[in-house]
C-alpha cells in the first residue's frame, strides 16, 4: 500500500512556470503563473492542441532545468520514510523523463525516496483504491481533488488561482 500520493505537476514540479517561459519566449508574451486562471491553460491565445504541446515539450527539459516547488520538497522531505505514490497524468511513455526529473530533484535536495509512478488521465477511475486507501494525498486539479475527496478525507488541494473557488471547500497546503 502507498502510504502517501501525490501529484507531479503543480504539486512538486513547477510546470506551469516552465510551460510560461516556453510561451512567452516564443509568442513574445508576458505571462506569469499568478495570471492563469484556468487549470486547461485556456487563458493563453492558443489553440487546445499548441497547449498540449506546450505541456509535451516540457517532458524533455534537461533535468538540470526543471523548476520545483520549495515548499513541495519540504511536503516530501516530511514523507521521506514512507512509502510515496507519484500518480500523475503524464503519458506513460514519458515515465523515463519523468524518473529522471524526480530523481535529480530528489537528489538535488539530498532526499532519498523510494517511490513509484502511476500514469492515468482520470486518477479517480483508475486508482480510486489507492487513494481510497492511502493516509495522505496531495493533487492540484479543481477537477479530479472534489471527487479524491469524496472518497478519502485525508487530501490537501494544492493552492494555485486555478483552483482559487476551492479554496473555502477543501484542506489546502501551499507550495510556493
Request: negative net charge; hydrophobic residues 35%; aromatic residues 18%.
Amino acid at each position: 500500500m502507498c502510504e502517501v500520493i501525490f501529484d507531479i505537476d503543480g504539486v512538486v514540479i513547477d510546470i506551469l512556470t516552465m510551460i510560461l517561459d516556453i510561451y512567452n519566449g516564443r509568442y513574445n508574451g508576458d505571462y506569469k503563473s499568478s495570471q492563469i486562471n484556468n487549470w486547461d491553460l485556456s487563458d493563453l491565445s492558443l489553440e487546445k492542441e499548441d497547449i498540449f504541446e506546450l505541456f509535451h515539450e516540457i517532458y524533455f527539459i534537461p533535468e538540470e532545468n526543471v523548476q520545483y516547488y520549495p515548499m513541495g520538497i519540504d511536503l516530501l522531505k516530511k514523507y521521506e520514510d514512507e512509502d510515496i505514490a507519484f500518480i500523475t497524468g503524464r503519458d506513460k511513455q514519458y515515465n523515463f523523463y519523468t524518473k529522471r526529473s524526480l530523481d535529480h530533484i530528489f537528489e538535488e535536495n539530498n532526499l532519498d525516496i523510494s517511490y513509484v509512478i502511476y500514469n492515468s488521465k482520470t486518477k479517480y477511475d483508475d486508482f480510486e483504491g489507492l487513494y481510497r486507501d492511502c493516509l495522505i494525498y496531495y493533487e492540484d486539479s479543481p477537477k479530479i481533488f472534489p471527487m479524491l475527496y469524496d472518497i478519502n478525507k485525508n487530501g490537501f488541494l494544492v493552492a494555485h488561482n486555478y483552483n482559487r473557488e476551492l479554496w473555502d471547500k477543501f484542506p489546502i497546503v501551499n507550495v510556493y
